[in-house]
T-cell receptor
């Protein structure tokens, strides 16, 4: 596609429910990142994929959060037993190779609201 | 560990005036430094970056930033503000795969308002 696509753009759920957020990176990009942006804050790193594998998952806040990228392209961020504190914009980004000096291409994000 | 501090969560300047957005970083190794911009209802876009070489880097839309190692700063400037510059600006740092840390660490952002 032309850019990084995230679906849905908005997700409203109830406390305790399970949600999945999807990211379609730019075709051919091997690196994929998930960030979380709370109101008034900068993006906070969650996890980084190089191909199919999670190269760095140090930002996942707890074991309710999990992400996969089974074929090295589309990624899904999964949140179990959602809590109100999980409400935020979840951003996905991709880059061609994942080197640290490389530009990241961001999607428009998924606004998650946990009621 | 790497970190970024952006001084001033809100900055207002008059159209045509100088824009100065401040960023200080902390890194245990030579950093890579970035400025990203977020327009309303759009994804983050790269404005400019410093990796190695020339310490004054130029980006899109007339913005530039200077890496000053002695001051651990990477301030963003534009000589003459335009109404279209109104957005949120984020400074970010990474340390590189040689140090096992490719991820970007962002500051809390500065919202720039342009006064007509």
């Amino acid at each position: 596609g032309a850019g990084v696509s995230q679906t849905p753009s908005n997700k409203v759920t109830e406390k305790g429910k399970y949600v999945e957020l999807r990211c379609d990176p730019i075709s051919g990009h091997t690196a994929l990142y998930w960030y979380r942006q709370s109101l008034g804050q900068g993006p906070e790193f969650l996890i980084y994929f190089q191909g199919t594998g999670a190269a760095d998952d140090s930002g996942l806040p707890n074991d309710r959060f999990f992400a996969v990228r089974p074929e090295g392209s589309v990624s899904t961020l999964k949140i179990q037993r959602t809590e109100r504190g999980d409400s935020a914009v979840y951003l996905c980004a991709s880059s061609p190779t994942g080197t640290a000096n490389e530009k990241l291409f961001f999607g428009s994000g998924t606004q998650l609201s946990v009621l | 560990a790497q970190s970024v501090t952006q001084l001033g969560s809100h900055v207002s300047v008059s159209e045509g005036a100088l824009v100065l957005l401040r960023c200080n970083y902390s890194s245990s190794v030579p950093p890579y430094l970035f400025w990203y911009v977020q327009y309303p209802n759009q994804g983050l876009q790269l404005l400019l970056k410093y990796t190695t070489g020339a310490t004054l880097v130029k980006g899109i839309n007339g913005f530039e930033a200077e890496f000053k190692k002695s001051e651990t700063s990477f301030h963003l400037t534009k000589p003459s503000a335009h109404m279209s510059d109104a957005a949120e600006y984020f400074c970010a740092v990474s340390e590189g795969s040689n140090f096992g840390n490719e991820k970007l660490t962002f500051g809390t952002g500065t919202r720039l308002t342009i006064i007509p």
